[in-house]
């Protein structure tokens, strides 16, 4: 009976391990997309002071200039907010893990508890069945030697 219910927790620790590894994976993709989206920025940003640099060397108005520094202002501005979602998400994705991890490791001490249990349980039957065997043979050798 013991057995069983221990082997029904393993099963129901081993959903709850998949779970959590899938939440796990998730928090780890939406901390990629979020670094991706965040080179992206910042490719743009280079790309555009680039070509800015490029017109400007012909010459800008001051309208056009400060279009450029805004813009750019808006380009850093969305960079820092993207910086924080990446730190927000990686600290998701290191909580996860570490959920992840433990219930693991939970896992395994049932799995190991169980297979100590079903070891015992082993042994304690091949003890019995030998127990039994040398019974047998004590009654067969005493009505061999017994007259009749």
Same mark, same amino acid.
């Given at each position: 009976?013991?057995?069983?219910?221990?082997?029904?927790?393993?099963?129901v620790q081993?959903?709850?391990?998949?779970?959590?590894?899938?939440?796990?994976?998730?928090?780890?993709?939406?901390?990629?997309?979020?670094?991706?989206?965040?080179?992206?920025?910042?490719?743009?940003?280079?790309?555009?002071?680039?070509?800015s640099q490029?017109?400007?060397?012909?010459?800008?108005?001051?309208?056009?200039?400060?279009?450029?520094?805004?813009?750019?202002?808006?380009?850093?501005?969305?960079?820092? #907010? /993207?910086? &924080?979602?990446?730190?927000?998400?990686? !600290?998701?994705? $290191? @909580?996860?893990? *570490?959920?992840?991890? %433990? +219930? =693991?490791?939970?896992?395994?001490?049932?799995?190991?508890?169980?297979? #100590? /249990?079903? &070891?015992?349980?082993?042994?304690?039957? !091949?003890?019995? $069945? @030998?127990?039994? *065997?040398?019974?047998? %043979? +004590? =009654?067969?050798?005493?009505?061999?030697?017994?007259?009749?």
């Open positions: 009976m013991a057995n069983k219910q221990l082997e029904l927790l393993v099963k081993l959903e709850r391990e998949e779970k959590l590894q899938a939440n796990f994976v998730q928090a780890l993709q939406f901390t990629r997309q979020a670094e991706q989206k965040y080179q992206g920025l910042a490719d743009y940003r280079t790309d555009y002071i680039q070509q490029q017109q400007g060397s012909m010459g800008l108005q001051s309208r056009q200039y400060n279009q450029f520094v805004s813009f750019i202002a808006k380009l850093d501005l969305a960079l820092q #907010q /993207q910086a &924080q979602q990446i730190q927000q998400a990686k !600290a998701v994705l $290191e @909580q996860r893990r *570490q959920q992840w991890l %433990a +219930m =693991q490791k939970k896992r395994k001490a049932l799995e190991y508890l169980l297979e #100590q /249990q079903k &070891q015992h349980a082993m042994k304690k039957a !091949a003890r019995t $069945e @030998q127990l039994l *065997q040398d019974e047998v %043979a +004590m =009654q067969q050798f005493v009505r061999r030697q017994s007259p009749h």
